[in-house]
């Protein structure tokens, strides 16, 4: 009997950092075992993998006893047997046994789950940590430490404020390693707190989903300035810190029109007002600047701004092979934001992981708003040397896992850990 067979594969609902709830599965062989958490987003790519919900009255219809009831009567019976070390076989049977396209069948939140802790548990099998593993799956070296795109003001669809980009982030991309990043993060989000609520009265300082400041602005410049001044209060210059933007541009785009700072501007506007933003702030990488179906629109931004900064893509391709060969195919970025929870299994990701690697994008491996305190992605990150990781502010639990487990892991690397995105 070949000991790192899964023996027994169980799921639950627990609640994620919105007080919804989620899926938690444990994956169990005879060497080791393995327990994850699934997270859920908010301004959700419409091609995403289907999210399973009940719809019934408990949970204002966000109950997960369905998917969990997958796990436990569709999904266990059928991996029990399997070697967990051959990750790509337990993704592969799951990914038959549902059958449809975007895993309406059993739930992308059931299958992921699984796909996650079977990874953990044939780490903890082999003794190895799990970043070290997952590189093993890559057939890499884990060695980077990722830059962190922490999100220290929130609007669109994560906060109650009037800003129409979701996310303002600072990249402390010219920081000697990944701890001084951290502290970097940390000491601007408090430099900034202390700006808003001298600026705005202290409900500005109220945060929003991701953690970051949720001032009652809406003007798009001024969030940018509030956190310039933050950068400077705390001593640090625009070589150390670049500034990132998820505009999340769907969620403001109604009938051909984006609805930004008071007016409502036409897509090629759109275009030059991002031009206007580079030249004016030390803006290294926009995430979805143009509504999800436009992949043209984003090919003339790539176009107009692609060399000199990120333009990231993450609703337009959600993590899918299909719609990213697409973009790859019309230069539609030079990134990939990588959602595990978009696509659905470990395998998968990695599939659009090396295929934007071969196409020479970077790539940002990524949270989502609703996120529970698992730090899976963190390992995920250096495991397969992405570079970047896009996982909040640095601030509320569900944040700071992520953060706090790539500062053990730098240490665990030692010498060997490198910092950082070369090309960002
Ligand atoms: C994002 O859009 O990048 C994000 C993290 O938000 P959500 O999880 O709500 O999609
Ligand atoms: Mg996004």
């Not at 051959?86 to 046994?97: A, F, G, P, S």
């Not at 059931?110 to 044939?122: P, T």
């Not at 953690?211 to 209060?233: V, W, Y």
Request: proline share 3%; charged share 25%.
């Amino acid at each position: 009997m070949n000991n790192f067979a899964i023996k027994k594969v169980k799921a639950r609902w627990v609640l994620d950092s919105r007080s919804t709830p989620t899926v938690e599965a444990e994956v169990h062989s005879g060497k080791g075992s393995g327990r994850a958490m699934v997270p859920s987003g908010a301004s959700t790519g419409t091609h995403e993998a289907l999210e399973m919900r009940d719809g019934t009255k408990e949970f204002h219809g966000k109950g997960v006893r369905n998917a969990v009831d997958n796990v436990n009567k569709k999904i266990a019976e059928h991996l029990e047997g399997i070697d967990s070390r051959n990750q790509e076989q337990v993704d592969r049977k799951m990914i038959e046994l549902d059958g449809t396209d975007n895993k309406s069948k059993l739930g992308a939140n059931a299958i992921l789950a699984v796909s996650m802790a079977n990874a953990r548990c044939a780490s903890s099998g082999l003794r190895k940590e799990l970043f070290e593993y997952l590189a093993g799956m890559n057939k890499d070296d884990a060695k980077v430490l990722p830059v962190p795109m922490m999100n220290i003001i929130n609007g669109g669809m994560h906060a109650g404020n009037g800003l129409a980009m979701q996310e303002f982030m600072i990249l402390p991309s010219g920081m000697k390693n990944f701890s001084e990043a951290l502290k970097a993060g940390a000491e601007i989000y408090h430099s900034l707190k202390g700006y808003l609520k001298e600026k705005h009265g202290k409900g500005a300082i109220n945060v929003g989903d991701e953690g970051g400041f949720a001032p009652p602005i809406s003007d798009t410049r001024q969030a940018l300035g509030a956190i310039m001044k933050a950068i400077e209060i705390s001593g640090y210059s625009s070589n150390e810190i670049k500034l990132g933007l998820d505009a999340a541009a769907s969620s403001f785009f109604k009938e051909g029109l984006y609805h930004i700072d008071g007016k409502k501007i036409s897509p090629e506007d759109m275009a030059s007002f991002y031009g206007k933003l580079c030249e004016e702030y030390p803006i290294a990488s926009i995430e979805d600047p143009m509504h999800e179906e436009d992949f043209d629109g984003f090919r003339k931004v790539t176009e107009a701004i692609g060399r000199k900064i990120q333009i990231l893509g993450d609703d337009v391709f959600v993590t899918n092979v299909k719609r990213l060969s697409r973009g790859i195919e019309m230069k539609a970025a030079n990134a990939l934001l990588l959602k595990l929870n978009q696509v659905g299994t470990i395998t998968e990701a990695l599939d659009a992981f090396r295929m934007a690697r071969k196409a020479g994008w970077n790539v940002a491996i990524s949270h989502r708003s609703g996120e529970t305190e698992d730090s899976f992605i963190a390992d995920l990150a250096v495991g397969w040397n992405a570079g970047q990781i896009k996982t909040g502010a640095p601030a509320r639990g569900e944040r700071t896992a992520k953060y706090n487990q790539l500062l053990r892991i730098e240490e665990m690397l030692g010498k060997k850990a490198l910092f950082g995105d070369t090309k960002l």
